[in-house]
Nanobody
């Protein structure tokens, strides 16, 4: 079993910063990629940023230049540094870990952490 736990959400004013953290634990042999997704009320869940085991990163156009994804030394942790936050960044942010089990990769999700950008 794999557990994914996020932390670091909260309320911040426009232009402010937040740092989200995520740790995957459990029966993990390898992690192919980890990423952050978000879902705003009435909208579909969307990719924010992801990083592969090789260190390649991918960002949504809406966050490029403002958000930075990074992996911890233990490789089972991932962080999302969010700067210059805007009200439209308000959403529940979910951490995803794509874990290798046998010959396949499986997605595991955290419970989500609320980010609210408001004055």
């Amino acid at each position: 079993q794999v557990q994914v736990v996020e932390s670091g959400g909260g309320l911040v004013q426009p232009g402010g910063s937040l740092r989200l953290s995520c740790e995957a634990s459990g029966s993990i042999f390898s992690i192919y990629a980890m990423g952050w997704y978000r879902q705003a009320p009435g909208k579909q869940r969307e990719l924010v940023a992801a990083v592969t085991s090789g260190g390649s990163t991918n960002y949504a156009d809406s966050v490029k230049g403002r958000f930075t994804i990074s992996r911890g030394d233990a490789k089972n942790t991932v962080y999302l540094q969010m700067n210059s936050l805007k009200p439209e960044d308000t959403a529940v942010y979910y951490c995803n870990a794509n874990v290798g089990i046998g010959p396949s990769g499986y997605d595991f999700w955290g419970q989500g952490t609320q980010v609210t950008v408001s004055s």
